[in-house]
Protein backbone atom coordinates (compact mmCIF):
# COMPACT_ATOMS: atom_id res chain seq x y z
CA UNK A 1 0.00 0.00 0.00
CA UNK A 2 1.34 3.40 -1.13
CA UNK A 3 0.73 5.68 1.89
CA UNK A 4 1.88 8.83 0.56
CA UNK A 5 0.82 11.92 3.53
CA UNK A 6 -1.74 14.19 1.86
CA UNK A 7 -0.19 17.58 1.07
CA UNK A 8 -2.81 19.41 3.27
CA UNK A 9 -4.95 18.10 4.94
CA UNK A 10 -8.94 17.93 4.19
CA UNK A 11 -12.27 17.86 6.02
CA UNK A 12 -14.53 17.79 3.03
CA UNK A 13 -14.33 16.05 -0.46
CA UNK A 14 -15.16 18.68 -3.45
CA UNK A 15 -17.82 18.43 -5.78
CA UNK A 16 -16.85 19.67 -9.34
CA UNK A 17 -19.02 20.54 -12.06
CA UNK A 18 -18.38 18.75 -15.29
CA UNK A 19 -20.79 20.81 -17.18
CA UNK A 20 -17.96 22.18 -19.00
CA UNK A 21 -16.22 19.36 -20.01
CA UNK A 22 -16.28 19.24 -23.63
CA UNK A 23 -17.13 23.00 -23.90
CA UNK A 24 -15.10 24.41 -27.12
CA UNK A 25 -14.21 27.68 -25.08
CA UNK A 26 -10.47 26.92 -23.92
CA UNK A 27 -10.88 29.28 -21.17
CA UNK A 28 -13.64 27.08 -19.37
CA UNK A 29 -11.94 24.15 -19.98
CA UNK A 30 -9.04 25.60 -18.54
CA UNK A 31 -11.05 26.91 -15.34
CA UNK A 32 -12.06 23.29 -14.84
CA UNK A 33 -8.85 21.96 -15.03
CA UNK A 34 -7.70 24.39 -12.40
CA UNK A 35 -10.49 22.90 -9.77
CA UNK A 36 -9.33 19.23 -10.91
CA UNK A 37 -5.91 20.34 -10.14
CA UNK A 38 -6.95 21.57 -6.49
CA UNK A 39 -8.61 18.66 -5.78
CA UNK A 40 -5.89 15.98 -7.20
CA UNK A 41 -3.01 17.95 -5.59
CA UNK A 42 -4.78 18.45 -2.28
CA UNK A 43 -7.35 15.36 -1.94
CA UNK A 44 -6.77 13.01 -4.74
CA UNK A 45 -10.73 12.43 -4.72
CA UNK A 46 -13.84 14.39 -6.13
CA UNK A 47 -17.12 14.03 -7.45
CA UNK A 48 -18.45 14.58 -11.09
CA UNK A 49 -21.64 16.78 -11.55
CA UNK A 50 -22.89 15.73 -15.05
CA UNK A 51 -20.78 13.56 -15.63
CA UNK A 52 -22.78 12.07 -19.06
CA UNK A 53 -23.79 8.51 -17.97
CA UNK A 54 -27.27 8.11 -18.52
CA UNK A 55 -29.42 7.20 -15.52
CA UNK A 56 -31.07 4.76 -17.12
CA UNK A 57 -27.58 3.26 -18.70
CA UNK A 58 -27.04 3.11 -14.69
CA UNK A 59 -30.07 1.84 -13.14
CA UNK A 60 -29.99 -1.08 -15.96
CA UNK A 61 -26.40 -1.84 -14.70
CA UNK A 62 -27.25 -1.93 -11.41
CA UNK A 63 -30.46 -3.80 -11.81
CA UNK A 64 -28.44 -6.73 -13.87
CA UNK A 65 -25.51 -6.89 -11.23
CA UNK A 66 -28.49 -7.59 -8.44
CA UNK A 67 -29.58 -10.39 -10.26
CA UNK A 68 -26.08 -11.71 -10.69
CA UNK A 69 -25.20 -11.99 -7.19
CA UNK A 70 -28.24 -13.43 -6.36
CA UNK A 71 -27.30 -16.32 -8.74
CA UNK A 72 -26.64 -19.72 -6.94
CA UNK A 73 -23.40 -20.12 -5.66
CA UNK A 74 -22.22 -22.82 -7.87
CA UNK A 75 -23.39 -20.61 -11.23
CA UNK A 76 -20.81 -17.63 -9.72
CA UNK A 77 -18.65 -20.20 -9.05
CA UNK A 78 -17.78 -21.43 -12.42
CA UNK A 79 -16.45 -18.34 -13.28
CA UNK A 80 -14.47 -17.70 -10.58
CA UNK A 81 -11.34 -15.55 -11.11
CA UNK A 82 -9.00 -17.56 -10.21
CA UNK A 83 -9.80 -19.71 -13.33
CA UNK A 84 -9.19 -17.16 -15.35
CA UNK A 85 -5.28 -16.10 -16.80
CA UNK A 86 -6.55 -12.60 -16.54
CA UNK A 87 -8.09 -11.44 -13.49
CA UNK A 88 -12.04 -11.52 -15.19
CA UNK A 89 -14.87 -13.49 -13.41
CA UNK A 90 -16.27 -13.64 -9.93
CA UNK A 91 -14.35 -13.05 -6.78
CA UNK A 92 -16.32 -14.82 -3.62
CA UNK A 93 -17.15 -13.05 -0.55
CA UNK A 94 -13.63 -12.99 1.24
CA UNK A 95 -12.06 -13.88 -1.58
CA UNK A 96 -10.43 -10.60 -2.11
CA UNK A 97 -7.94 -8.47 0.91
CA UNK A 98 -7.28 -5.18 -0.17
CA UNK A 99 -5.44 -4.91 3.03
CA UNK A 100 -3.42 -7.20 3.95
CA UNK A 101 -3.56 -6.27 7.89
CA UNK A 102 -7.35 -7.86 7.64
CA UNK A 103 -8.91 -11.24 6.92
CA UNK A 104 -10.53 -10.79 4.02
CA UNK A 105 -13.52 -8.24 2.47
CA UNK A 106 -16.79 -8.76 3.61
CA UNK A 107 -17.46 -8.19 -0.38
CA UNK A 108 -18.21 -10.45 -3.61
CA UNK A 109 -17.01 -9.11 -6.87
CA UNK A 110 -17.35 -9.65 -10.57
CA UNK A 111 -14.38 -8.01 -12.86
CA UNK A 112 -14.54 -7.50 -16.55
CA UNK A 113 -12.55 -5.75 -19.40
CA UNK A 114 -12.67 -4.46 -22.96
CA UNK A 115 -14.00 -6.59 -25.39
CA UNK A 116 -11.82 -6.79 -28.93
CA UNK A 117 -15.11 -8.29 -31.00
CA UNK A 118 -17.56 -5.19 -29.85
CA UNK A 119 -15.92 -2.00 -32.00
CA UNK A 120 -15.65 1.62 -30.17
CA UNK A 121 -15.68 3.41 -32.33
CA UNK A 122 -12.47 5.80 -32.68
CA UNK A 123 -10.39 3.27 -31.08
CA UNK A 124 -8.55 0.38 -32.60
CA UNK A 125 -7.60 -2.37 -30.52
CA UNK A 126 -5.31 -5.37 -30.18
CA UNK A 127 -5.50 -8.20 -27.56
CA UNK A 128 -1.94 -8.35 -26.24
CA UNK A 129 -2.45 -10.92 -24.08
CA UNK A 130 -2.01 -9.24 -21.18
CA UNK A 131 -4.90 -8.78 -19.28
CA UNK A 132 -6.79 -7.02 -22.05
CA UNK A 133 -8.00 -10.79 -23.04
CA UNK A 134 -11.56 -12.58 -23.19
CA UNK A 135 -14.45 -11.97 -20.13
CA UNK A 136 -16.76 -14.09 -19.14
CA UNK A 137 -20.22 -14.30 -18.97
CA UNK A 138 -22.97 -15.80 -16.39
CA UNK A 139 -25.75 -18.38 -18.94
CA UNK A 140 -28.27 -18.10 -16.89
CA UNK A 141 -28.83 -13.32 -17.78
CA UNK A 142 -28.77 -13.75 -21.36
CA UNK A 143 -28.52 -9.87 -21.33
CA UNK A 144 -26.15 -9.50 -18.49
CA UNK A 145 -23.24 -8.70 -21.39
CA UNK A 146 -25.10 -6.39 -22.96
CA UNK A 147 -25.83 -4.46 -19.71
CA UNK A 148 -22.20 -4.39 -18.48
CA UNK A 149 -20.92 -3.56 -21.77
CA UNK A 150 -23.25 -0.14 -21.87
CA UNK A 151 -22.30 0.88 -18.97
CA UNK A 152 -18.65 0.09 -19.59
CA UNK A 153 -18.27 1.96 -22.76
CA UNK A 154 -20.10 4.47 -21.43
CA UNK A 155 -17.38 5.28 -18.66
CA UNK A 156 -15.02 4.93 -21.05
CA UNK A 157 -15.92 7.81 -22.81
CA UNK A 158 -15.79 9.70 -19.73
CA UNK A 159 -12.87 8.32 -18.44
CA UNK A 160 -10.81 9.27 -22.00
CA UNK A 161 -12.31 12.91 -21.28
CA UNK A 162 -10.77 12.66 -18.17
CA UNK A 163 -7.57 11.91 -19.48
CA UNK A 164 -7.53 15.37 -21.69
CA UNK A 165 -8.43 17.35 -18.34
CA UNK A 166 -6.13 15.78 -16.16
CA UNK A 167 -3.48 16.74 -18.99
CA UNK A 168 -4.35 20.09 -18.70
CA UNK A 169 -4.32 20.09 -15.00
CA UNK A 170 -0.92 19.53 -15.18
CA UNK A 171 0.00 22.00 -17.31
CA UNK A 172 0.65 19.55 -20.57
CA UNK A 173 -0.91 19.75 -23.58
CA UNK A 174 -4.51 18.55 -23.60
CA UNK A 175 -3.28 15.46 -26.05
CA UNK A 176 -0.47 14.33 -24.05
CA UNK A 177 -2.16 10.75 -22.77
CA UNK A 178 -3.86 10.10 -26.32
CA UNK A 179 -1.11 8.00 -27.69
CA UNK A 180 -0.92 6.37 -24.56
CA UNK A 181 -4.45 4.90 -24.02
CA UNK A 182 -5.13 3.66 -26.88
CA UNK A 183 -6.33 0.50 -26.08
CA UNK A 184 -8.59 1.20 -22.76
CA UNK A 185 -6.90 -0.67 -20.09
CA UNK A 186 -10.02 -0.30 -18.00
CA UNK A 187 -10.86 -2.87 -15.32
CA UNK A 188 -14.99 -2.23 -14.73
CA UNK A 189 -15.98 -4.48 -11.21
CA UNK A 190 -19.13 -4.94 -9.80
CA UNK A 191 -19.36 -5.08 -6.03
CA UNK A 192 -22.14 -6.76 -3.85
CA UNK A 193 -21.33 -5.45 0.51
CA UNK A 194 -23.53 -7.46 2.78
CA UNK A 195 -24.47 -5.14 5.36
CA UNK A 196 -22.56 -6.09 8.00
CA UNK A 197 -23.44 -5.91 12.02
CA UNK A 198 -22.46 -2.56 13.78
CA UNK A 199 -19.70 -4.60 16.19
CA UNK A 200 -18.33 -6.81 13.91
CA UNK A 201 -15.12 -8.98 13.53
CA UNK A 202 -11.99 -7.30 13.52
CA UNK A 203 -10.18 -7.47 10.36
CA UNK A 204 -13.42 -7.90 8.01
CA UNK A 205 -14.71 -4.99 6.64
CA UNK A 206 -16.30 -4.43 3.33
CA UNK A 207 -13.29 -3.39 1.51
CA UNK A 208 -9.62 -2.93 3.17
CA UNK A 209 -7.73 0.36 3.97
CA UNK A 210 -5.84 0.48 -0.10
CA UNK A 211 -5.04 2.77 -2.53
CA UNK A 212 -6.05 1.80 -6.14
CA UNK A 213 -3.79 0.68 -8.58
CA UNK A 214 -4.40 2.01 -11.98
CA UNK A 215 -4.34 6.01 -12.99
CA UNK A 216 -7.98 6.81 -11.40
CA UNK A 217 -11.31 5.07 -10.60
CA UNK A 218 -14.59 6.30 -11.64
CA UNK A 219 -16.94 5.39 -9.31
CA UNK A 220 -20.81 4.35 -8.94
CA UNK A 221 -21.58 4.44 -5.48
CA UNK A 222 -25.41 3.31 -4.33
CA UNK A 223 -27.83 6.22 -3.06
CA UNK A 224 -28.89 6.51 0.49
CA UNK A 225 -26.12 3.97 2.36
CA UNK A 226 -23.46 5.88 3.76
CA UNK A 227 -19.92 3.25 3.90
CA UNK A 228 -17.03 4.52 1.93
CA UNK A 229 -14.56 6.69 3.75
CA UNK A 230 -11.49 8.28 2.33
CA UNK A 231 -8.68 8.81 5.05
CA UNK A 232 -6.83 12.62 5.25
CA UNK A 233 -3.53 13.78 5.57
CA UNK A 234 -4.07 13.17 10.02
CA UNK A 235 -5.24 10.03 9.75
CA UNK A 236 -8.67 10.74 9.81
CA UNK A 237 -11.31 8.96 7.92
CA UNK A 238 -13.81 11.23 6.47
CA UNK A 239 -17.16 9.79 4.95
CA UNK A 240 -17.63 10.02 1.08
CA UNK A 241 -21.22 10.64 1.22
CA UNK A 242 -23.23 9.33 -1.68
CA UNK A 243 -24.69 12.66 -3.42
CA UNK A 244 -27.58 11.74 -5.84
CA UNK A 245 -26.51 12.29 -9.39
CA UNK A 246 -22.52 12.36 -8.76
CA UNK A 247 -19.83 9.68 -9.55
CA UNK A 248 -17.04 9.72 -7.40
CA UNK A 249 -13.65 10.08 -8.84
CA UNK A 250 -10.40 9.11 -7.16
CA UNK A 251 -6.48 8.56 -8.09
CA UNK A 252 -4.70 5.51 -8.15
CA UNK A 253 -0.90 4.66 -7.42
CA UNK A 254 -0.05 4.58 -11.45
CA UNK A 255 -0.47 8.27 -11.48
CA UNK A 256 0.96 9.21 -8.64
CA UNK A 257 4.06 7.50 -9.66
CA UNK A 258 4.14 8.90 -13.05
CA UNK A 259 3.21 12.38 -11.42
CA UNK A 260 5.81 12.00 -8.73
CA UNK A 261 3.59 12.35 -6.58
CA UNK A 262 2.04 15.60 -7.34
CA UNK A 263 -1.39 13.58 -7.88
CA UNK A 264 -2.14 11.67 -4.42
CA UNK A 265 -3.33 8.20 -4.37
CA UNK A 266 -5.35 8.65 -0.99
CA UNK A 267 -6.42 5.51 1.37
CA UNK A 268 -9.80 4.69 1.65
CA UNK A 269 -11.99 1.67 2.70
CA UNK A 270 -15.32 0.98 2.13
CA UNK A 271 -17.88 -0.87 5.49
CA UNK A 272 -21.61 -1.33 5.12
CA UNK A 273 -23.27 -1.13 8.30
CA UNK A 274 -26.64 0.40 6.94
CA UNK A 275 -28.07 -2.57 7.66
CA UNK A 276 -29.49 -3.34 3.53
CA UNK A 277 -27.05 -4.52 0.70
CA UNK A 278 -24.81 -2.36 -1.18
CA UNK A 279 -23.85 -2.05 -4.17
CA UNK A 280 -20.96 -0.19 -6.15
CA UNK A 281 -19.14 0.20 -9.43
CA UNK A 282 -15.76 1.18 -9.57
CA UNK A 283 -14.02 1.62 -13.13
CA UNK A 284 -10.41 1.21 -12.60
CA UNK A 285 -8.57 3.33 -15.57
CA UNK A 286 -4.95 2.72 -16.74
CA UNK A 287 -3.30 3.27 -19.63
CA UNK A 288 -1.86 1.13 -22.41
CA UNK A 289 -0.25 -1.76 -21.17
CA UNK A 290 3.91 -1.11 -22.25
CA UNK A 291 3.64 2.73 -21.47
CA UNK A 292 6.70 3.30 -19.19
CA UNK A 293 6.01 5.44 -16.51
CA UNK A 294 8.79 7.85 -16.38
CA UNK A 295 8.96 11.54 -14.75
CA UNK A 296 5.67 13.23 -16.41
CA UNK A 297 7.08 16.93 -17.44
CA UNK A 298 6.86 19.37 -14.47
CA UNK A 299 6.83 16.91 -11.71
CA UNK A 300 10.44 16.45 -10.95
CA UNK A 301 13.07 19.22 -10.49
CA UNK A 302 16.38 19.24 -9.21
CA UNK A 303 15.31 19.68 -5.48
CA UNK A 304 12.43 17.22 -5.83
CA UNK A 305 13.52 14.13 -8.10
CA UNK A 306 11.70 11.22 -9.29
CA UNK A 307 11.23 9.11 -6.28
CA UNK A 308 10.37 5.66 -8.53
CA UNK A 309 11.85 3.06 -10.31
CA UNK A 310 10.34 3.32 -13.93
CA UNK A 311 8.25 0.46 -14.72
CA UNK A 312 5.86 -0.24 -17.50
CA UNK A 313 2.20 0.25 -16.57
CA UNK A 314 0.52 -3.10 -17.36
CA UNK A 315 3.19 -4.90 -15.34
CA UNK A 316 3.02 -2.86 -12.43
CA UNK A 317 -0.59 -3.20 -12.26
CA UNK A 318 -0.56 -7.16 -13.13
CA UNK A 319 1.97 -7.15 -10.15
CA UNK A 320 -0.61 -5.27 -7.93
CA UNK A 321 -3.39 -8.03 -8.84
CA UNK A 322 -1.60 -10.94 -8.59
CA UNK A 323 -0.55 -9.97 -4.63
CA UNK A 324 -4.32 -9.19 -4.07
CA UNK A 325 -5.81 -12.35 -4.96
CA UNK A 326 -2.45 -14.30 -3.93
CA UNK A 327 -4.06 -15.11 -0.57
CA UNK A 328 -7.60 -16.44 -1.89
CA UNK A 329 -5.57 -18.78 -4.35
CA UNK A 330 -4.90 -21.64 -2.05
CA UNK A 331 -8.70 -22.54 -1.69
CA UNK A 332 -9.58 -22.84 -4.69
O1 LIG B 1 -17.33 0.26 -2.93
C1 LIG B 1 -16.72 1.30 -2.75
O2 LIG B 1 -17.30 2.34 -2.41
C2 LIG B 1 -15.23 1.37 -2.90
C3 LIG B 1 -14.62 0.26 -3.70
C4 LIG B 1 -13.13 0.38 -3.82
O3 LIG B 1 -12.49 1.16 -3.18
C5 LIG B 1 -12.38 -0.51 -4.77
O4 LIG B 1 -12.98 -1.45 -5.31
O5 LIG B 1 -11.19 -0.25 -5.00
FE1 LIG C 1 -10.53 1.42 -4.06
Not at 33 to 45: K, L, M
Not at 56 to 84: E, R, V, Y
Not at 104 to 112: A, P, V
Not at 190 to 212: C, F, M
Amino acid sequence: MMNAPTSKTFEDIPVIDFVNATSNDPVLRRALADEIRDACVNVGFFYIMNHGIPENTIDTTIGAAKQFFALPTQSKAKLDIHKSPNFKGYTALLGENANPENRGDLHEGFDLGYEANVPLDDIVLRDDGNMTGANVWPDELPTFRKDMLDYYHAAIQLGRSLFSLFALALNLPENFFDDKITKPAAIMRLLYYPPQPPRSDEGVIGIGAHTDYECFTILWQQQDIQALQVMNANGKWIDAVSIPGTLVLNLGDQFARWTNDVFKSTVHRAINQSGTERYSIPLFFGTDYDVKLEPIPGCTSPENPFKYEVVTAGEYVKSRLEATYAHSKETM
